[in-house]
Nanobody, 121 residues
Framework: QVQLVESGGGLVQPGGSLRLSCAAS????????MGWYRQAPGNQRELVAT???????NYADAVKGRFTISRDNAKNTVYLQMNSLKPEDTAVYYC???????????????WGRGTQVTVSS
């Protein structure tokens, strides 16, 4: 069974930094895109950043220049370095992976349970 487990959330003051990690585990055949989405109270889940297996990254306009996504393919792990955090970055951050389990015939979307990030003074 495939699992995605996030870590690294917490409370930080405006202008501060946090680093999120997400490790995919289980019987994984291959992973294509990994990434991060977030959902603030009353809002829909939105894209933060994604990264392909080859390292091509895509960012939401709201986080460009402040957040950096990276990936360790050997560890099936994706990271999100968040700098210059703002109160509007407060949300539950969800890890995402487009992967195919061993024995499966297609790629599917898998999600972590989320980690809370709160930016407040």
């Amino acid at each position: 069974q495939v699992q995605l487990v996030e870590s690294g959330g917490g409370l930080v003051q405006p202008g501060g930094s946090l680093r999120l990690s997400c490790a995919a585990s289980g019987s994984i055949g291959a992973i294509r895109t990994m990434g991060w989405y977030r959902q603030a109270p009353g809002n829909q889940r939105e894209l933060v950043a994604t990264i392909t297996g080859g390292g091509s990254a895509n960012y939401a306009d709201a986080v460009k220049g402040r957040f950096t996504i990276s990936r360790d393919n050997a560890k099936n792990t994706v990271y999100l370095q968040m700098n210059s955090l703002k109160p509007e970055d407060t949300a539950v951050y969800y890890c995402y992976a487009d992967l195919i389990p061993f024995g499966s015939v297609r790629f599917d979307d898998y999600w972590g349970r989320g980690t809370q990030v709160t930016v407040s003074s």
